[in-house]
């Protein structure tokens, strides 16, 4: 029962780990685009990779929060004997 809570709690880090990651990562391009946006056509290229980072950045997260899920399944599984 020790390494599912173990499992649980690493899971439960690491899910926040990559939430905060994912808001530092909009909160930097949202800076940048924020910064160049007096810049006509920096402005139009920055929005363009504000659009792109985000999606890239959203993506990310729900595949690596998917994972653990998986992860923490498996060691429920392993557990309960639900092989």
């Not at 390494?3 to 690491?14: G, L, N, P, S």
């Not at 940048?32 to 929005?47: E, M, W």
């Amino acid at each position: 029962m020790s390494d599912y809570r173990a499992v649980q709690t690493a899971v439960r880090v690491e899910k926040l780990r990559i939430w905060f990651a994912w808001a530092c990562g909009n909160f930097i391009l949202l800076a940048i685009a924020l910064a160049t946006q007096h810049t006509h056509i920096v402005s139009v290229i920055t929005q363009l990779l504000l659009v792109a980072g985000f999606l890239a950045l959203t993506v990310a997260l729900f595949r690596m929060t998917g994972a653990l899920n998986r992860k923490a399944a498996a060691a429920r599984n392993e557990v309960l004997g639900d092989l």
